[in-house]
């Protein structure tokens, strides 16, 4: 069954149809939430929202983009915005950690390279993250990321730019493993 | 043309690398499932409806009145009546707003603690913050299910389910949690909590005092 067929099916309230919608994009969405979250607990959170939302405005989706672009764009509001309270959340905690802590800051070793990645990839900014996980580690296109995102192709590939670029000064001890 | 910063090694050797960033676990479809089935079940059935607003408004006011009773008394604060007078107008001209975003923020403060409480279930947060934060949410809960609020069934036994999870985080103890703390998640996981409190937070933009749904 063609998914234009299937879409028709879910909105007339077939409910086999929306469990064969969900297996059909499931994986991508939970893959995509759990590489920005990075959590299992938020990444299911997030996963669920964003289906118990398309569900729910499947009448506005008019089809001039494909189901997928769609779902990603809901995928990836879901996320940021879900991602920005926790952080705002935790930001808060840290805050009044920190003003308890201070002269307790310790030296801790130097990092194997795979924390050192991900420490450069956490501190990425927001969008730079965002287009880079999605390109670079879970392999959507510009065309994808912008539609998602609601910015231009361009845009996508000058973030991606600009990530790798900061990356690459923040991983500089490593230079030896990709010249050789 | 290449960029100035290109370099086509390193962008291959940091894709390669970058894999091992969040790598997913197998995707949980089953678990996702039955709670996706169960917050759309409930989703069109916890509808507040106006009747419904005002009382969770009644209990905001009250929250809010209490407040503003502490702040506004003190030891060279005006005499009691026109302090009284004083309160009265304060509600009286925030109540209209206060209904307006009382519940979603209600709503929305809670989801955001215990999302934020499930996230952090094994880190080292603060366990004496965290209890006193689910100590203010829980006295707005049962605010809420003393009001007329309540009467809805499926609404008074979301906020039973939040009562239940927020005493029993208020009640842990800093000194030994791990253990209670998973429990506890456990507990939420099992009675589906969360995706409940969201099915109840209205769809759509909500006032940035709210600080968003998700």
Do not use: C
């Given at each position: 069954?063609?998914e234009s067929?299937l879409?028709?099916?879910?909105r007339a309230?077939?409910s086999?149809?929306?469990?064969?919608?969900?297996?059909?994009?499931?994986?991508r969405?939970y893959?995509?939430?759990?590489?920005?979250?990075?959590?299992?607990a938020?990444?299911?959170?997030?996963?669920?929202e964003?289906?118990?939302?398309?569900?729910?405005?499947?009448g506005?989706f008019?089809?001039d983009a494909?189901f997928s672009t769609w779902?990603?764009?809901?995928t990836t509001?879901?996320?940021?915005?879900?991602?920005?309270?926790?952080?705002?959340?935790?930001q808060r905690e840290a805050?009044?950690?920190d003003?308890h802590e201070?002269g307790t800051?310790?030296?801790h070793?130097e990092?194997d390279?795979?924390?050192r990645?991900k420490k450069?990839i956490?501190?990425l900014?927001?969008?730079y993250?965002?287009?880079?996980v999605m390109h670079?580690?879970?392999?959507?296109?510009?065309?994808?990321?912008?539609?998602a995102?609601?910015?231009?192709?361009?845009?996508?590939?000058?973030?991606?730019?600009?990530?790798?670029?900061k990356?690459?000064v923040?991983l500089?001890?490593f230079a030896?493993e990709?010249?050789t | 043309m290449?960029?100035?910063?290109?370099?086509?090694?390193?962008?291959?050797?940091?894709?390669?690398?970058?894999?091992?960033y969040?790598?997913?676990?197998?995707?949980p479809r089953e678990?996702?499932?039955?709670?996706?089935?169960?917050?759309?079940?409930?989703?069109?059935?916890i509808?507040?409806r106006?009747w419904?607003?005002w009382?969770?408004?009644a209990?905001?006011v009250?929250?809010?009145?209490?407040g503003?009773?502490?702040?506004?008394?003190g030891?060279?604060?005006p005499?009691?009546d026109?302090?009284?007078?004083?309160?009265?107008?304060e509600?009286d001209?925030?109540?209209d707003q206060?209904?307006?975003?009382a519940a979603?923020q209600?709503l929305?403060?809670t989801?955001?603690?215990l999302?934020?409480?499930?996230?952090?279930?094994?880190?080292?947060?603060?366990?004496?913050?965290l209890?006193?934060q689910a100590?203010?949410?829980l006295?707005?809960?049962?605010l809420?299910?003393?009001?007329?609020?309540?009467?809805?069934p499926r609404l008074?036994?979301?906020?039973?389910?939040l009562?239940?999870v927020?005493t029993?985080?208020?009640?842990?103890?800093?000194?030994e949690?791990?253990r209670?703390?998973?429990l506890?998640t456990?507990?939420?996981n099992q009675?589906?909590?969360?995706?409940?409190?969201?099915?109840a937070i209205?769809a759509?933009?909500?006032?940035?005092r709210?600080?968003?749904?998700?």
């Amino acid at each position: 069954m063609d998914e234009s067929t299937l879409i028709a099916r879910v909105r007339a309230g077939d409910s086999a149809a929306e469990r064969a919608l969900y297996d059909a994009h499931v994986d991508r969405v939970y893959r995509l939430a759990f590489r920005l979250a990075g959590d299992d607990a938020l990444a299911q959170d997030f996963t669920q929202e964003t289906f118990i939302r398309a569900f729910d405005r499947l009448g506005s989706f008019r089809g001039d983009a494909a189901f997928s672009t769609w779902l990603h764009t809901i995928t990836t509001t879901v996320v940021l915005n879900g991602l920005r309270k926790v952080k705002r959340f935790r930001q808060r905690e840290a805050d009044i950690d920190d003003a308890h802590e201070i002269g307790t800051m310790q030296r801790h070793a130097e990092p194997d390279l795979k924390a050192r990645l991900k420490k450069a990839i956490d501190e990425l900014p927001e969008g730079y993250r965002t287009v880079f996980v999605m390109h670079d580690v879970e392999g959507y296109t510009h065309e994808e990321i912008g539609a998602a995102l609601g910015v231009e192709t361009g845009t996508s590939k000058a973030q991606l730019s600009r990530a790798r670029a900061k990356l690459r000064v923040a991983l500089a001890d490593f230079a030896g493993e990709w010249t050789t | 043309m290449m960029q100035e910063h290109e370099d086509p090694k390193f962008d291959q050797w940091l894709k390669d690398r970058a894999q091992s960033y969040h790598s997913p676990l197998p995707t949980p479809r089953e678990e996702m499932w039955k709670r996706i089935e169960e917050a759309r079940r409930t989703k069109h059935v916890i509808e507040l409806r106006p009747w419904m607003r005002w009382a969770v408004a009644a209990a905001a006011v009250l929250a809010l009145g209490i407040g503003i009773g502490r702040w506004t008394a003190g030891p060279v604060g005006p005499s009691p009546d026109s302090g009284g007078t004083r309160v009265a107008i304060e509600i009286d001209s925030l109540a209209d707003q206060a209904y307006e975003v009382a519940a979603t923020q209600y709503l929305s403060r809670t989801e955001t603690f215990l999302t934020a409480f499930r996230a952090d279930a094994n880190r080292s947060a603060n366990t004496g913050r965290l209890a006193r934060q689910a100590r203010d949410l829980l006295t707005t809960t049962q605010l809420m299910l003393d009001s007329p609020a309540a009467n809805d069934p499926r609404l008074r036994s979301l906020l039973g389910d939040l009562e239940l999870v927020l005493t029993q985080i208020s009640l842990l103890n800093p000194l030994e949690n791990g253990r209670d703390r998973d429990l506890i998640t456990d507990g939420m996981n099992q009675s589906n909590v969360l995706p409940k409190l969201r099915s109840a937070i209205p769809a759509g933009p909500v006032p940035a005092r709210t600080q968003g749904a998700l």
